[in-house]
């Protein structure tokens, strides 16, 4: 039987990463070759199309989206229901430029514990 896998993508507009988190207690780590590392205005578009797929292969059970209010809204309105039934928390702060472990002490209420 697997471990349960949240993924979290944090956006803001013009980039965006994502990381995973495999338990309590564990840190968060990045996805490689998931994300947008600087796209300007199309991210989110692409970001969701990502986020579909893996939704898709069932690479992770949840999803947290952190990011500002406007990205957050579009990037729920360009991923598909399935995706968005898989989102199990939302943070509305630009935390684009914090390290793995700011972003597990800003999102501590939002993973599994």
Avoid: K, N
Wanted: aromatic content about 2%; charged content about 25%.
């Amino acid at each position: 039987m697997r471990s349960s896998h949240t993924w979290v993508c944090v956006a803001d507009g013009a980039r965006a990463r994502i990381y995973r988190c495999d338990g309590p207690q564990r840190d968060l780590e990045p996805v490689l070759g998931m994300g947008v590392p600087a796209m300007g205005p199309a991210c989110t578009g692409r970001v969701a199309g990502q986020l579909d797929r893996a939704a898709t292969e069932r690479r992770f059970d949840h999803l947290v989206l952190v990011g500002p209010r406007a990205v957050l809204a579009e990037l729920e309105s360009t991923m598909t229901a399935h995706t968005r039934t898989m989102v199990v928390g939302e943070l509305d702060r630009d935390l684009s430029r914090a390290s793995p472990r700011e972003l597990t002490a800003h999102l501590c209420e939002l993973l599994p514990h």
